[in-house]
């Protein structure tokens, strides 16, 4: 019935959508529509809450052909740990792109917005990655740390992970599940310095606000996915990375330009006025190169957008529906 919604839970999702390569395909897709220019996506909504030392994003978009588009709220309250509630959570509706009715609520606790990301770092690694990547670094020992390195190992076949953290019995934790996950032998390196030298592709998914990742430490043949920076303040690169890099791309330059690294290095003197950075969707779509030469620096400034939550949000819901899970709400009973 037009006015049913589906309530679906993050146990229902988990136990039928999981992370692999065809998340990736998925999120290729949104950033493919996003360098067509047919999406509508108007900037995140942000707001800081600093007494509860907490952020909360909504982000959405409307993709053209897609049956609905997602309304995202992801609240960060980081807290939260010391009285045994997790960090992060949130949820996506899906409406109508027709009538906009709404279809579903995924009470996913973020768990849609995990699988979006790690793919959009997927379609990095596709596009930018060196084509032989032997050892692959990730600074961070989160949920993201672990799904990215799954997402970069579906598009190149490493043979070693490291992985750094502030805390290293968390960080040998996320070595041990990395390489219970991927089958490839992870462990915990010495220092970021020491990762970055070893790596060609590297990570980082943290909150930091100081930077992690010095431009001294570049060398040919790497590539680096920044996903952490997502809110003004924050930043895991050295400024100068983004002088450094052969080729730095963004997946939204207005939004980065305001949260990203590009944020960092614009306001650092680091990046020459009137630059223009290359979007992901345009390499995606062949409108502008990707790596050239295994020799190339790359950078790719990951803030999240609307539009890879309206994708997966869409998927879930066809999901939902094809293995008959989620509970009907009758809006008007």
């Known amino acids: 019935m037009a006015d049913d919604i589906l309530i679906v839970t993050e146990a229902e999702l988990r136990s039928v959508l999981h ?6 395909d998925l999120v290729e897709k949104a950033f493919a529509a996003l360098a067509n220019k047919d999406v509508i996506m108007p900037p995140i909504m942000s707001m800081d809450i600093p007494n509860a030392n907490a952020e909360v994003d ?8 897609l049956g ?20 992060l959570n949130g949820l996506m509706m899906l409406l109508s792109a027709k009538t906009g009715l709404v279809q579903a609520v995924f009470l996913d606790n973020g768990y849609l917005t995990d699988l979006r990301t790690a793919a959009a770092g997927g379609v990095a690694a596709r596009f930018l990655a060196p084509k032989k990547v032997s050892i692959a670094g990730v600074v961070g020992t989160g949920v993201q740390a672990r799904l990215q390195i799954a997402a970069a190992f579906e598009e190149r076949k490493f043979e070693k992970v ?14 041990n ?5 991927i089958g490839v032998p992870a462990e915990v390196a ?23 990742i010095k431009a001294d430490w570049l ?55 009137g630059r223009t950075p290359t979007e992901l969707g345009d390499i995606v779509v062949n409108r ?13 400034d990951l803030t999240g957008t609307g539009a890879q939550d309206t994708a997966i949000a869409n998927h879930a819901y066809e999901m939902a529906r094809k293995n008959n899970f989620g509970t009907l709400f009758k809006a008007n009973s």
């Open 68 to 87: 609905g588009f997602a309304i995202k709220v992801s609240p960060g309250f980081f807290d939260n740990p010391k009285i045994g509630l997790p960090s």
């Open 219 to 273: 060398h040919p043949n790497l590539h680096i996915t920044a996903m952490g920076s997502d809110q003004e303040g924050k930043g895991e690169l050295d400024p100068q990375i983004a002088a450094h890099a052969d080729l730095f791309v963004c997946d939204r330059v207005s939004q980065c330009e305001k949260l990203g690294e590009l944020r960092s290095a614009i306001k650092a003197g680091a990046w020459l006025v």
């Open 177 to 181: 599940d990395i390489e219970n996950q």
């Open 190 to 212: 010495q220092n970021v310095e020491t990762l970055v030298a070893q790596a060609q592709l590297v990570v980082t998914t943290t909150p930091a606000r100081a930077h992690l």
């Open 19 to 24: 992370f692999d390569r065809a998340i990736n």
């Open 58 to 65: 909504v982000k959405t978009a409307y993709i053209p052909g």
């Open 288 to 300: 502008s190169a990707g790596r050239e030469t295994e020799e190339q620096i790359t950078v790719c």
């Open 162 to 175: 490291l992985v750094w953290g502030r805390h290293p019995g968390h960080a040998q934790q996320c070595a």
